[in-house]
């Protein structure tokens, strides 16, 4: 693996109706430590009285105050995103995240959720309104490639474009498609040349591989958000992170490396300084400490460079 260096990647934990309710982030964060952000599964403008938002175990301060929750929102009526942007606002929140990728039918319909893709004249006057009207409130959108099309998702990012959009999530699959199907990367690439926004990627990342794949592919995307990888290997976020630690070492070695060989050009005296580089890193456990012992023996250039070579593989299985 190799990972761009000190790519500043977040970890989203993504908006799974009935499953990542505020009990399970909290809970989640109680376990695992703190993602960077996690989504409230959806408000549909349909049925929410915001008058008791605040009560509403997704949002009350009880379970989410600790967490940078971002309330989401289905809706394509400016009056009522604008009052739910508000509403947030008083209960502390700073950002809310506007739902255009949702495939459920009903939704689709009413041109709400992934059926608002479709619309570009709609989302516009959506998004005017908002902006206009609000300051305080970030609003975000997650988004898919289209309902049928990847051109309506194209329309949709180079709307976006014209708005002071705080990120743009995309999960790139179209509507139609709902949750199974290829993930479209290429069309994430597209998407990328296209957005002038922060990109965060989602949809079937499953793996440690999966997450430094697409990190690898699009080194400027700003993050990663986990759905139902992380669901179902809830330390997902914890193993990436940890992975991404593990690269940043080599990296740390690389920098080093190479202000010791230009500034020593005996390489016995060079050598002494990696054998007290990697002393530390190595003795936290008995598989490192065993490598770090056959060290001292690896202690001419290319026998340094093999010993490297199978630490790198050797962090990479553990
Ligand atoms: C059961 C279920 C419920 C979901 N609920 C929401 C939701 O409320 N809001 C939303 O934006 N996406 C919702 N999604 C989509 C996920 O947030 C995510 O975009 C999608 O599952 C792809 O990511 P993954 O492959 O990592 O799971 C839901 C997905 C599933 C399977």
Redesign the pocket.
């Known amino acids: 693996m190799n990972i761009e260096k000190n790519t500043p990647v977040k970890l989203y934990m993504?908006?799974?109706?009935?499953?990542t309710t505020s009990f399970y982030r909290k809970a989640h964060a109680m376990t695992y430590g703190h993602m960077d952000k996690y989504?409230s599964?959806?408000f549909d403008d349909a049925d929410t009285d915001l008058k008791k938002l605040k009560h509403h175990p997704e949002l009350c301060s009880s379970l989410n105050n600790k967490l940078r929750v971002i309330p989401?929102v289905?809706s394509n009526n400016s009056e009522f995103l604008i009052s739910f942007a508000d509403e947030a606002g008083k209960l502390g929140y700073n950002e809310i995240?506007l739902?255009m990728?949702?495939p459920f039918p009903m939704l689709v319909k009413r041109q709400k959720g992934g059926g608002l893709l479709a619309q570009v004249d709609l989302a516009k006057r959506l998004l005017d309104s908002f902006f206009s009207n609000t300051n305080e409130i970030n609003l975000s959108l997650?988004i898919r490639l289209g309902v049928t099309n990847t051109k309506e998702g194209q329309a949709i990012v180079k709307l976006a474009n014209e708005f002071p959009v705080k990120e743009l999530i995309v999960?790139p699959?179209l509507v139609a498609q709902k949750?199974s199907g290829v993930?479209n990367w290429d069309e994430f690439e597209t998407i990328s040349a296209i957005s002038i926004h922060k990109l965060i990627a989602?949809?079937?990342?499953?793996s440690q591989q999966d997450a430094f794949k697409i990190l690898n592919r699009f080194p400027n995307i700003k993050g990663l958000?986990?759905?139902?990888?992380?669901?179902s290997d809830p330390g997902l976020a914890t193993s990436i992170l940890k992975e991404r630690n593990n690269q940043q070492l080599f990296t740390l070695h690389e920098h080093y490396y190479h202000l010791i060989t230009n500034y020593f050009t005996n390489w016995n005296q060079a050598f002494n300084y990696f054998l007290t580089f990697w002393h530390y890193p190595l003795s936290s456990n008995q598989n490192f400490k065993r490598h770090l012992r056959k060290l001292k023996k690896h202690n001419k250039p290319k026998l340094y460079h093999d010993w490297l070579k199978q630490l790198n593989a050797l962090v990479n299985s553990l």
């Open positions: 993504a908006p799974l109706q009935s499953y989504f599964p959806f989401q289905a995240n739902n990728g949702c997650k999960h699959r949750y993930v989602n949809g079937d990342i499953n958000m986990l759905g139902r990888g992380l669901l």
